[in-house]
């Protein structure tokens, strides 16, 4: 029986992946993101096709569900996702094999939960990696769990695969498969040759990046802005420095791509659904915006980017 594992390349995607792969052993393994999403389901052909913490936007999703629902006619499909639905949507709409959705818990949790019984116990392990690398892990299950485990060690490994992967080296999907297995095997991140090097170098350039965005950050309304840093893997982190050098609530990093806009967004100590509000804007610009309310990303056509800050610090100024 042939099993596609479709996931996303972060540590809770790479963390499902593994935990996924570990209940079915034979997986091919390959990476997505939510742009890409429903291109990448058209070309998957498998009995069994497990998707890890992809979520669904609001411009592609209702043409997502009807192949999902296609897909589900002839293969088993099963969806483990913590993303918040774009409005309009409920969880009834997805009729597949099996959809796992909760909020405020990660996809690595998720998908461990559900197979638990079925992998060594010890995977435990990976489902707290991706719970702490999403900022998932203050559940009643995670931190029960992290109880038992010295949790220096379990940060350590989560920063070891973080930051490892900022590199070039494992940027790549084919590192990232390479590090899934590993995990499966039951061998942690720092045993991955060459990813704890990797991480301390990215912890270098990390601090690196501070004083290049202080220098060259500006403030565009209610929202810190750094544009096309010259290292592509340190999107997050820029954000919200930018939004810490401005003084702003919200953090931009901005790149321009050669047919589109990517746009990563982060908050400092604010109620501000970020999903919610890269969805709005992204959709005025004509483009596809979403993700977590911490952490979110829009990717919107060229040419439209002054209408699309407009618009958002028109919504920030509506939630005051």
């Known amino acids: 029986m042939k099993t596609v594992i479709l996931s996303h390349a972060d540590c809770d995607g790479i963390c ?9 052993r034979e997986a091919e393994i390959f990476f997505t993101k939510p742009v890409s999403f429903y291109h990448d389901l058209v070309s998957t052909d498998a009995d069994r096709i497990v998707i890890c913490d992809i979520a669904l936007t609001k411009s592609h999703a209702r043409d997502i569900i009807a192949l999902l629902e296609e897909k589900s006619g002839r293969s088993e499909v099963l969806y483990f996702d913590h993303h918040q639905l774009p409005l309009g949507l409920q969880e009834s709409d997805i009729r597949i094999t099996r959809y796992i959705h909760r909020m405020n818990v990660s996809a690595s949790e998720l998908i461990y939960r ?24 203050d559940t009643p299950f995670a931190q029960e769990r992290i109880a038992n485990w010295d949790r220096r060690a379990l940060f350590f490994e989560v920063s070891t695969l973080i930051l490892g992967i900022k590199n070039r080296e494992f940027d790549t999907y084919d590192a990232k498969r390479d590090i899934v297995k590993t995990m499966a095997r039951g061998k942690n991140p720092s045993d991955v040759p060459g990813l704890v090097k990797s991480a301390k170098v990215a912890v270098t350039r990390e601090f690196e990046l501070y004083d290049f965005v202080k220098e060259h950050a500006r403030k565009h309304g209610g929202v810190g802005i750094i544009a096309n840093m010259p290292r592509f893997g340190f999107r997050g982190p820029a954000a919200l420095f930018a939004a810490t050098v401005t003084d702003s609530v919200v953090g931009m990093c901005i790149y321009d791509r050669r047919k589109h806009i990517d746009i990563t967004t982060r908050k400092r100590n604010s109620d501000i659904a970020l999903n919610r509000l890269m969805e709005a804007a992204a959709e005025h610009a004509g483009g596809s915006g979403g993700g977590h309310s911490e952490a979110a990303g829009a990717r919107i056509p060229k040419g439209t980017l002054d209408g699309f800050m407009k618009k958002v610090n028109e919504l920030l100024r509506e939630t005051g």
């Open 16 to 24: 499902s992946a593994a935990i996924a792969k570990s209940k079915f």
């Open 114 to 137: 559900h197979y638990m019984n079925d992998i060594p116990a010890e995977r435990i392990w990976i489902a707290l990696y991706g719970a702490i690398g999403d900022y998932e892990d």
